[in-house]
């Protein structure tokens, strides 16, 4: 076996994993990513109905840290799943890096044992079955809009859409030199 076919399997399979892992990122990504332009769709009037923002009011009933990545400070990977009044058909995703957590855990801790007494606020926009929380509000304290919209949101959507388009295009320029090239023979000389 030559070591360019050996090279050739291995820019192919290098190839083919940044395309997958652009994938996933994508999927972690997309919920977010959907309610910024939802959020800046509706703000330019190109917007449905069904796509503006929706106010809920209650006490939280629920508080749940994915286990896979909880507390990793990995944007899109670090998330809040809580839920308002015990509606279990009306999920929230809040999207927070420890900064914001450490923020917000000045007024609300989610893991506190009177978590469930303070009444909030919460401006979110739907995206499927979920709605990803744009700003939370108590008599306690406040998370912004700007603090986590402009602050954190957009910023990291904006890179994880510029590393995605980076892997898929490592991943097919690999695969298409895998693919493509031809390994040069040497000559032999008699």
């Known amino acids: 076996m030559s070591v360019f076919r050996v090279r050739k399997v291995?820019?192919?399979?290098?190839?083919?994993?940044?395309m997958f892992l652009a994938c996933w990122v994508s999927w972690y990504m997309y919920p977010l990513v959907r309610s910024i332009t939802k959020e800046f769709s509706w703000e330019y009037g190109f917007a449905a109905a069904e796509w503006e923002?929706?106010?809920?009011?209650?006490?939280?009933?629920?508080?749940?840290?994915p286990s896979l990545f909880g507390g990793s400070n990995i944007p899109f990977f670090d998330?809040?799943?809580?839920?308002l009044n015990g509606d279990t058909g009306c999920t929230?995703?809040?999207?927070?890096?420890?900064?914001?957590?450490?923020?917000?855990?000045?007024?609300?801790?989610?893991?506190d044992t009177n978590a469930s007494e303070v009444s909030m606020e919460v401006r979110a926009v739907k995206i499927?079955?979920?709605?990803i929380v744009k700003?939370?509000?108590?008599?306690?304290?406040?998370?912004?809009?700007?603090?986590?919209m402009d602050g954190y949101h957009f910023y990291w959507c904006f890179v994880g859409v510029g590393l995605v388009f980076v892997m898929i295009a490592c991943g097919l320029t690999l695969v298409l030199i895998g693919a493509?090239?031809?390994?040069?023979?040497?000559k032999r000389l008699n």
């Open 10 to 18: 291995a820019f192919i399979n290098f190839g083919l994993l940044l």
């Open 53 to 65: 923002e929706h106010f809920f009011y209650g006490r939280v009933s629920y508080a749940a840290v």
């Open 79 to 83: 998330k809040v799943f809580f839920q």
């Open 92 to 111: 929230f995703v809040l999207y927070a890096n420890d900064e914001i957590l450490d923020y917000l855990a000045e007024w609300y801790d989610f893991s």
């Open 128 to 131: 499927g079955d979920k709605y």
């Open 135 to 148: 700003s939370m509000q108590s008599s306690n304290g406040a998370l912004s809009w700007e603090d986590l």
């Open 180 to 186: 493509l090239h031809r390994p040069h023979r040497a």
